[in-house]
């Protein structure tokens, strides 16, 4: 009869992939419409880290908007695109 350690019967948690939402510019929102988006889709962003993603996205053509677990960015897309921004996720290398 073999014996269990510890660890072997303990479950490990696996870490949860991370993703990427990102946001694209575009040129039919107003500035202040996609920071309002921004801040009503996910709640953890202030007013000034939303100006900042707009402002990335409007420069640079994309913008990081959060990294989280794929259900959550999942939902924070969809609910961006169906706000008429453009937004995408991808897996967090």
Sequence with gaps: MAVETIEQRSTAR????????????DDFNSMEYVVQVLMQTVASITQPQA?????????????????????????????LNNNGLISTIEPDE
Excluded: D, W
């Excluded at 949860?16 to 939402?21: E, F, L, S």
């Excluded at 707009?54 to 924070?76: D, K, P, R």
């Design 51 to 79: 100006v900042s993603i707009m402002m990335e996205a409007h420069t640079n053509g994309i913008a990081l908007v959060i990294t989280c677990v794929q259900e959550h960015a999942e939902f924070y897309s969809e609910t």
């Design 14 to 25: 696996k870490i949860a992939p991370r993703y990427k939402v990102l946001l694209h510019n």
